[in-house]
């Protein structure tokens, strides 16, 4: 699966630190993980970060960041507190931030519950009596977890947000931690670039999906990642298609992660990028093509939507056109054709099925 969520009602130190180093995040009072994001209409694959504390120091720049807030600021490291500063400020922070945050600090951190299962600390920072930043981190045993970083936009000047994180690692050092993780980057997406100013590429690792290990960051390669490799094997497919006259769109499939919405994931389709084949003959997809990352194998199959249990539905949907780019239907998988991991076999089953199928007929009621 490529995103898992699990809903735990507690969680100790030693729990959350195997979750950390298996690539999984907090998200509210939930921890998940998952290896595709939408955003902005285009797909990417998070890459999961931590720096190692054995040994880290901080280098001069960083030093001179700390510098400045700590001569002009007072700053406080303590557990964890929601009040009506925070949210406050949070609230500021949000509408300067450009991209989609929560509605409120609370909702965030804690899903609008009192309760929270993990171990959370704060660094505050302060202006006089004036809250102008402050960030939240989660204590494994062994493991410290950046969870956000808020600061006034009129402060900005100070680079608050890197400083709270750079408080975090510095507290994850006194304290005698081994990791810590700042969560993860997207390439191709520099919102999240930040996360690596922690550390030089040879200090910052990134947990390497293939391998299940912790490599560094100067040894990465987004010729390596799910959303490359996925891509690549369907663009390879979709030129062969092409170049026999077969008609098809490669779509983005938001609702891959059916499976953490109480779906059988046997059942749906579990690809957030696919070929919907034969795609002039039928306006939404009923014959598809993925790649199993997992697998390493492509699969042809036949499918149909969720809500899609009569023949009049099939010209109801919005998403029936060469231009279109996604198509947001729950697909459920009705039986698999082929798997191969041999691209001319896979064209030669499409091939093969396009000759035996007949274009739809249209009822009276469309006339």
């Known amino acids: 699966m490529f995103t898992e969520k699990h809903f735990p009602t507690s969680l100790s130190g030693e729990e959350l630190d ?25 797909l990417y694959s998070p890459i999961w970060t931590r720096l190692p504390l054995k040994g880290y120091k901080f280098r001069k720049t960083m030093r001179r960041i700390c510098r400045k807030v700590e001569n002009q600021f007072k700053v406080v490291v303590r557990p964890g507190v929601l009040d009506t500063k925070k949210e406050a400020l949070f609230q500021v922070y ?7 945050l929560s509605a409120t600090l609370r909702h ?9 299962i993990f171990d959370t600390q704060e660094v505050a920072v302060y202006d006089g009596d004036r809250l102008i930043a402050f960030s939240f981190f989660d204590l494994g045993k062994d493991s410290i977890a950046s969870i956000n970083g808020v600061y006034h936009p ?19 050092i006194e304290q005698g931690f081994q990791f810590y993780y700042p969560g993860y980057v997207v390439p191709g997406f520099p919102r999240f670039d930040y996360k690596l100013r922690v550390g030089k590429p040879r200090e910052v690792q990134f947990y390497d999906l ?12 987004d010729k ?8 690549g094997k369907l663009m390879e497919l979709g030129k062969l298609l092409s170049e026999n006259g077969m008609q098809f769109q490669m779509l983005y499939y938001p609702a891959y992660e059916a499976n953490i919405f109480g779906f059988d994931s046997q059942r749906f389709l579990e690809s957030p990028l696919f070929l919907n084949c034969y795609c002039h003959l039928f306006p939404r997809p009923r014959f598809i093509v993925f790649y199993d990352l997992w697998k390493e194998k492509f699969v042809f199959c036949h499918c149909m939507p969720h809500e899609d249990l009569s023949f ?11 231009e279109a780019k996604h198509f947001l239907d729950f697909l459920m998988k009705k039986s698999v054709i082929t798997i191969s991991e041999n691209v001319q076999e896979i064209l030669g089953w499409v091939l093969f099925v396009n000759k035996l199928i007949k274009p739809p007929a249209r009822r009276n009621w469309m006339k």
């Open 18 to 42: 195997v979750y950390l180093e298996r690539g999984w995040y907090r998200m509210g009072q939930t921890i998940f993980t998952c290896h595709f994001l939408f955003f902005e209409d285009s």
């Open 94 to 100: 949000r509408n300067a931030f450009k991209g989609n």
């Open 108 to 116: 965030s951190l804690l899903d609008n519950t009192d309760s929270n």
């Open 154 to 172: 009129d402060y900005s000047a100070y680079s608050l947000g890197f400083y709270t994180m750079l408080r975090e690692v510095k507290f994850g």
């Open 210 to 221: 293939k391998q299940g290990k912790w490599l560094a960051y100067d040894t990465f390669s």
């Open 224 to 231: 390596n990642i799910p959303v490359t490799l996925l891509t």
């Open 312 to 322: 009049y539905l099939e010209y109801s949907m919005q998403y029936d056109t060469g």
